[in-house]
């Protein structure tokens, strides 16, 4: 072949590959517009007023098509598949307790995008903002509104990179002292310090008593229920092979996910409850592998989160092991109830 | 600086085309015959700058995607990727054993260096479509591990086929040319990525059917522009091109010393990401910074790639190869400081990028002076894999010790290891020549 004819050969296959390329990327992008219409048979959503004050309503990220996408909602804690207010305040993820909230959103950058932990007051202000290192994860608040806490993933940076860590982060919103990761705390595992350079954090969950945590660490292929010392800034290892830990409103039990033996790797979880005094743990009745930190609407109930039609709905199942689970909400996702 | 050179450059590709169209001009000959008193790049084979641009757009494909995986597991398909990377350590086993295998096929049958690169190209390429459908952990993890696959099998190819387009003379800037091109492309990925993530909703199904389109961009110009076969027999000592001989390499006391070297310095060069999260937590670079520290190495790759290349042909490739390794040597150094200058971090990612285009391209100049024409691949995989399987070991043991001791001291293990490695091989020159230099020249 010569070299013009070569030229030519390549300059043919590039005209149909870039057709290929932008009939992509416009298909993708027509789905901004599709995504945009308010779906029939979907939840009703309408703007109006929605504050983190005031008991009986949970407040999470609407997922229904339409122009309150990715909105933060509320609706009544009684009534969660009603009507929906939206705030125009949008999220990734969220929490909020005692007048306090978290959102964890995207900022659209000129050549990448970032992210960023926002502390909002009950009227949804933004109180603070704090830069988050990765994509975001999971986000709590202390019950008492004082602390705020957030898990991102780091990407890995090499070639077809497979490495993934977290980053977690607290926030005392009330002196703005941040610690940016909870690898600065001592890590105190079997009554010695442990050091790795591949510890992880993950799913912070708080105490009442504004200085007890809970949180996941994962080292060396094992994860471990941790109590964390927000004052003497130590976390302590309890148990093993618990993630996203969520403490009961009484304080006395911990709802997470367990990875449970004999289940496929890429849905190996299941819901259990433990016991913090006996360590005792009592699998809850949902069967399908549930990747969320849960929530606790009471003392005897758990929320979560399943993937769904529009990302994900929402579910909740009775903290005892009895019961069935049920759908409570579609196209919801980062559920808070105000109490 | 390379945008620049290449589209000076790119005049005479096009000119030696016209010559491809002959089956018979060779194209290395072609490389050396030229007449070397014109500009910078000049002197560097059209072969060259072909592969150039098929790493450059085939970087572009790959790191499309490495830069939206991340995005695109956690919220996109919403999975928990953590420990994701277990597979990672016998997937490294797996993979030395492809880039030989790659190496040595590449030899047989009197040069296939072409088509051997070739299918691992398209190898990679076809893993990009294949991500569309995948939507668990396991099978897009199979993907990834395929496409790494094709990454192995066509590395020591190229490489021979870079070194035997390209003279003795102006070897460290041929490859000096090739990874500046090569880092372009990763720089560029991500951005492009963006941009579909940008103009799009969800669009990860649209970087990956463009990242596909790219890599058949990439195939493309490696079929159409990379003249194959034969170029190997063209004044080769007659050695054939059988396992036993490969094997018989390492009797080649250039050849074995270069490989004992990359081993030892490779034993003491700790990981990429140890050096971000070591950058991060001693010199405390804020969290926001993190996923920008891998383009400060890349930029300061790309910049000084083709300067350190040319340097290495006059000054000597093996001493330019450890003295990209003392470069190494004070970016420890000053991570071991632990001070909260500013520039500090500047400097260590300027350091560490200077350290790659001082030892990677270079490396496989010097390695090309002690092997054959007829196995250069097989001999080029093998300097690769040890240094390959070397970091891997270091990165097992820093993260060992890191536990053990903590990062101070794992780092300051590292660093005196590094300083007594680099010492060794710089003992390890034969006869007290620079045995490394050009041919002719010493």
Known sequence: ?339 | MYVADSRAGSPRLSASLEQGGHPSAPVSADGAARPRTGRRLSAVAPTVLALGAVSLVTDVSSEMVTAVLPLYLVAGLGLSPLGFGLLDGIYNGFSALVRLAGGHLADRGGGRHKWVAGIGYGVSALCKPLLLVAHTLTPIGLILAADRTGKGLRTAPRDALISLSSTAENRGRAFGVHRAMDTAGALLGPLVAFLILRATVDGYDAVFTVSFCVAVAGVLVLVLFVPGGGQAHEAGDGTRPTLRAALALLRRRDLRRITVCALLLGLATVGDSFVYLLLQRRLGVPDRWFALLPLGTAAAFLLLAVPLGRLADRVGRWRTFLAGHGALLLAYALLLTAGHSAALPYAVLALHGGFYAATDGVLMAAASDGVPRELRSSGLALVQTAQALARFACSLGFGAAWTVWGDRTALTVSTVALAVCAAFSSTLRPNGTDTLRPEGTT
């Open chain 1, 1 to 339: 072949m010569t070299a013009r004819n070569r030229t030519l050969v390549l300059l043919a296959a590039l005209v149909v590959l870039a057709a290929v390329a932008v009939a992509s990327v416009l298909h993708a992008s027509a789905r901004a517009d599709r995504r945009n219409q308010t779906q029939t048979g979907g939840p009703r959503v309408t703007p109006g007023r929605v504050t983190l004050t005031g008991s009986g309503r949970m407040v999470f990220r609407n997922m229904a098509w339409g122009p309150h996408r990715d909105e933060l909602t509320s609706v009544p804690a009684k009534d969660p598949s009603g009507p929906r207010t939206a705030s125009g305040v949008k999220c990734l993820r969220f929490y909020a307790a005692s007048g306090t909230g978290v959102c964890l959103r995207a900022v659209h950058g000129p050549v990448s995008d970032t992210y960023r932990a926002v502390i909002l007051d009950a009227s949804l202000h933004e109180r603070a903002h704090y830069d988050v290192p990765g994509i975001p994860s999971r986000a709590r608040i202390s019950p008492g509104g004082r602390y705020a806490a957030w898990t991102a993933f780091v990407g890995g940076d090499s070639y077809a990179g497979t490495n993934f860590s977290t980053r977690t982060a607290i926030v005392d919103t009330r002196t703005g002292e941040l610690t940016p990761s909870l690898e600065a705390y001592r890590i105190v595992k079997d009554g010695r310090t442990y050091h790795a350079a591949d510890v992880n954090f993950w799913g912070v969950t708080f105490a009442p008593d504004d200085r007890t945590f809970y949180a996941t660490l994962g080292t060396r292929g094992t994860t471990y229920l941790i109590r964390g010392d927000l004052r003497a800034r130590t976390v302590t290892t309890l148990h093993t092979n618990v993630e996203c830990p969520s403490l009961s409103p009484d304080g006395t039990r911990i709802a997470f996910k367990k990875r449970a033996p004999g289940l496929p790797k890429d849905a190996p979880w299941r819901l259990y409850v433990m016991d913090l005094r006996t360590l005792r743990e009592t699998p809850l009745a949902e069967y399908r592998s549930v990747d969320d930190q849960a929530v606790w609407r009471d003392d005897h109930t758990l929320v979560y989160a399943l993937p769904g039609d529009y990302g994900a709905d929402l579910y909740t199942v009775p903290a005892d092991g009895r019961g069935e689970p049920r759908r409570i909400s579609t196209a919801a996702v980062s559920p808070a109830y105000l109490r």
